[in-house]
């Protein structure tokens, strides 16, 4: 592994204001590492539901060690194989602080997946 450069700031996220809002952007350095989360659900006949609701980002966002979650865009043929809806999220976290895969996993369920891995 490369040794880490001179930390300048405590934390890998910018922070920037835009009008009345601040907006905080993850900053892929090397203290922060991502991985992506596949979330499943069954889904009935008629439109298909998202999984992507601001519950299942809270719950995610409320596991130890994450530093940020960003849903990700799947074409739609991926989406809908066999009447199993498939979404996926970026989940990044300081590697540091590693994030526990079961807790992850727990956090994805409780947001109402039925299936969750990486």
Do not use: Y
């Not at 008629?46 to 999984?51: A, F, R």
């Not at 719950?59 to 130890?64: M, R, S, T």
């Amino acid at each position: 592994a490369a040794p880490v450069a001179n930390k300048r700031r405590s934390s890998s996220c910018k922070t920037r204001e835009l009008g009345s809002s601040v907006q905080v952007e993850p900053q892929g350095g090397p203290s922060e590492q991502e991985l992506v989360l596949r979330l499943g659900s069954v889904q009935r006949s008629g439109s298909p539901v998202s999984l992507l609701t601001p519950n299942m980002l809270h719950q995610l966002e409320a596991v130890p060690g994450v530093v940020a979650v960003e849903p990700v865009e799947v074409a739609d043929s991926k989406r809908k194989d066999s009447g199993i809806a498939v979404e996926e999220v970026k989940v990044f976290f300081r590697s540091q602080h590693p994030v526990a895969l079961e807790a992850l996993q727990t956090a994805a369920l409780q947001g109402g997946a039925q299936v969750a891995e990486v």
